[in-house]
């Protein structure tokens, strides 16, 4: 008799540990499942309605915390996607004014130490010599039989001299708007600022005036 009390005790003593140990889940997944309710089926069943809840507020809570982890991803790309698009731009419009700030540098006509520079009108192209009249540049008004800048508030004034020259190939040819070409995009009637190496006929550049 005092062996199966103690017996008894123990298993009361365990089950309570246990129980205490379990969580709520838990500890309604073993009470429904218990012999004691054998007896009374419908206290089964309300348990098991009670699990069932449980269940589906966890899906449902899951759920919610699978939406929210789409969203951050969502708003995370597009954060990519925006910055990569403000760089690109960003970098294209500086390379953008890179390239016009060579293509204005190099619209300027200037010479350097050893070239001097002459204007001059092209009468003739043939290949890659061309025969020009020598002109100066005057801002006055043109004298008679000069030959004027259009817009320029500047003129050209026939020097009465005549030159030919032989283009390299690959001089540098600078256009009105600024961007290289080559020789080919000259034509007669063309007034060119030619940039030629000091005491020599030889061509460095050439600039479309007009």
Same mark, same amino acid.
């Given at each position: 008799?005092?062996? #199966? +009390?103690?017996?008894?005790?123990?298993?009361?003593?365990?089950?309570?540990?246990?129980?205490?140990?379990?969580?709520?889940?838990?500890?309604?997944?073993?009470?429904?499942?218990?012999?004691?309710? #054998?007896?009374?089926?419908?206290?089964?069943?309300?348990?098991?309605?009670?699990?069932? %809840?449980?269940?589906?507020?966890?899906?449902?809570?899951? /759920?919610?915390?699978?939406?929210?982890?789409?969203?951050?991803?969502?708003?995370? %790309?597009?954060?990519?996607?925006?910055?990569?698009? $403000?760089?690109? %731009?960003?970098?294209?419009?500086?390379?953008?004014?890179?390239?016009?700030?060579?293509? *204005?540098?190099?619209?300027?006509?200037?010479?350097?130490?050893?070239?001097?520079?002459?204007?001059?009108?092209?009468? /003739?192209?043939?290949?890659? *010599?061309?025969?020009?009249? /020598?002109?100066?540049?005057?801002?006055?008004?043109?004298?008679?039989?000069?030959?004027?800048?259009?817009?320029?508030?500047? !003129?050209?004034?026939?020097?009465?001299? *005549?030159?030919?020259?032989?283009?390299?190939?690959?001089? +540098?040819?600078?256009?009105?708007?600024?961007? !290289?070409?080559?020789?080919?995009?000259? !034509? !007669?009637? *063309? $007034?060119?600022?030619?940039?030629?190496?000091?005491?020599?006929?030889? %061509?460095?550049?050439?600039?479309?005036?007009?």
């Amino acid at each position: 008799m005092g062996k #199966e +009390t103690t017996k008894n005790r123990k298993v009361k003593e365990t089950s309570e540990e246990k129980k205490a140990l379990m969580t709520e889940d838990a500890a309604l997944g073993e009470i429904a499942s218990d012999r004691i309710f #054998e007896d009374d089926p419908e206290l089964a069943r309300e348990l098991a309605e009670d699990r069932k %809840i449980q269940e589906r507020a966890r899906e449902y809570k899951a /759920l919610q915390e699978e939406r929210k982890r789409q969203k951050r991803k969502k708003i995370i %790309i597009i954060l990519i996607v925006v910055i990569v698009v $403000i760089l690109g %731009i960003t970098l294209g419009y500086k390379f953008y004014q890179k390239i016009q700030a060579e293509q *204005n540098s190099e619209a300027q006509i200037r010479v350097s130490e050893g070239q001097e520079l002459v204007y001059a009108e092209i009468e /003739l192209i043939v290949g890659n *010599n061309i025969s020009v009249s /020598l002109v100066s540049e005057n801002s006055e008004q043109p004298q008679e039989g000069g030959m004027e800048k259009m817009g320029g508030g500047s !003129s050209y004034v026939s020097t009465g001299e *005549n030159a030919q020259y032989q283009i390299p190939v690959g001089t +540098t040819v600078i256009t009105k708007l600024g961007t !290289s070409a080559t020789f080919t995009s000259l !034509s !007669s009637g *063309n $007034i060119i600022a030619v940039a030629l190496e000091s005491g020599t006929d030889v %061509i460095d550049k050439i600039w479309v005036v007009e």
